[in-house]
């Protein structure tokens, strides 16, 4: 489990068919082959450790759901060990299961901040509402409004200074990961009730 504070950006340092390897110096310190590490938001499992570096498996499941496919060599990513249980929870649960990818519409000024719009499909889409919880590339942020189709976020200045936000621009392509309860509460309310479940209130 993950809380969405970003530790560091590291950058990616080769780009193999199957998988990556990531520079990052802070996470690495204490790094262990099979460990968790969130990439962009994605939890991976470290495969292999050389120094500062760190290398990870890229499944296919993966690729169609982020945009770890379309990283290149020396590409910024947010990097974030797993939540130990003696820390703090400063951002919200954050699984590093990638729900899918949304484009950035609009970035704005404001004030000191910036307002980013992102164009989302409806399949995370429903799961988004204002002033809720939303993962992008990995980042804890609060939903600021949200419409059928895209909804908006402020980043502030020490975020954009330490994200991949310092280098994002519109266009690009970011992965979202939606409140992971919101999507049980639809389970739960979709599923049919079956006798069995009546009985058990009797």
Not at 31 to 44: E, F, T, Y
Not at 154 to 179: C, H, K, L, M, Q
Not at 186 to 193: D, G, Y
Request: charged share 25%.
């Amino acid at each position: 489990m993950f809380t969405g504070i970003v530790e560091e950006v590291g950058s990616i340092a080769r780009v193999e068919p199957t998988g990556l390897t990531v520079a990052g110096p802070k996470v690495t310190s204490d790094l262990k082959v099979s460990d968790s590490i969130c990439v962009n938001g994605a939890c991976l499992t470290v495969t292999a450790l050389g120094g500062d570096h760190f290398s990870v498996d890229v499944v296919p499941e993966t690729l169609r759901r982020t945009n770890l496919g379309a990283l290149k060599e020396g590409d910024p990513v947010n990097l974030e060990r797993p939540l130990a249980l003696s820390d703090r929870l400063g951002g919200h649960i954050v699984q590093g299961h990638v729900d899918a990818t949304a484009a950035i519409d609009t970035i704005a000024d404001d004030r000191e901040a910036l307002l980013i719009t992102f164009r989302g499909a409806a399949s995370i889409m429903r799961y988004i509402v204002e002033k809720g919880f939303v993962a992008v590339d990995g980042t804890s942020l609060t939903v600021v409004n949200c419409a059928l189709d895209r909804f908006s976020v402020t980043i502030i200045p020490y975020t954009r200074d330490n994200t991949v936000f310092r280098s994002r621009a519109v266009g690009d392509t970011v992965n979202v990961e939606t409140d992971v309860v919101a999507k049980y509460v639809e389970r739960l309310a979709s599923v049919p009730r079956g006798p069995a479940d009546i009985l058990d209130e009797l």
